[in-house]
């Protein structure tokens, strides 16, 4: 399964140094060589962390064409411009852990193995904090 996180961040949020932090536990070589069902082949997670005066909403979409789901995962903006990086490091991790697989589970797809995708991915998430 193909798993991508990218991010669209204000730049004094610093959760850049968090990206580093995900892209060294090698996931991506992890997740590419694992199936977890027929019906979801990626996922794309975006960390979101703006300026609130610009009023972004979570965006969520499982395109049924490409068997990809697309997911934001928002972050506060104030709160991380006053916390060390070791704080953002958790605050992610925390975020990720929990709501990625909520995401999943609402769509209820008939055969991804909810269990063990969840398993895997707080294996890997939690080597960040």
Sequence with gaps: MRLSILCDIAEETKVDKV???IYDTGYRHFFDE???GDTVH????????RDPYLKFKQRIRFSKKEKKLYMDIMLDYNQFIDVDQLVRNTIVAKKLIIEVPQIIAKYKFKD????????DWKGFIERIM
């Design 34 to 36: 694992h199936i977890y």
């Design 112 to 119: 991804f193995n909810l269990s063990k995708f969840e398993l």
């Design 42 to 49: 990626g996922i794309c997670i975006i960390l979101m962390c």
């Design 19 to 21: 990206m580093r932090a």
